[in-house]
């Protein structure tokens, strides 16, 4: 018994985290929607600026593993 305590608290933890994650992509999808239906036009707007945003940070992250799907060399 005192064995599995361990895997007991680690199935916890990722039980939360995984519960953490669906409640932010649920808060994505409902502020999506959000602007999507009170001014769609603003949608073209927050493309770039995600994108450009996420260029500015990726130095402070060079192991991503999206940008060897998309050919992205330092």
């Known amino acids: 018994m005192l064995q599995a305590i361990p895997f007991w608290i680690a199935s916890i933890i990722t039980g939360l985290i995984a519960v953490i994650y669906t409640k932010l ?17 603003l949608l073209f707007l927050l493309t770039p600026i995600c994108f450009i945003l996420k ?3 990726r130095p402070f992250n060079p192991k ?11």
Do not use: D, K, P, Q
């Open 25 to 41: 992509f649920l808060l994505a999808e409902v502020l999506t929607s959000y602007v999507f239906h009170h001014s769609s036009w």
């Open 55 to 57: 260029v500015v940070l």
């Open 64 to 74: 991503v593993i999206l940008s060897h799907y998309l050919g992205i060399r330092n």
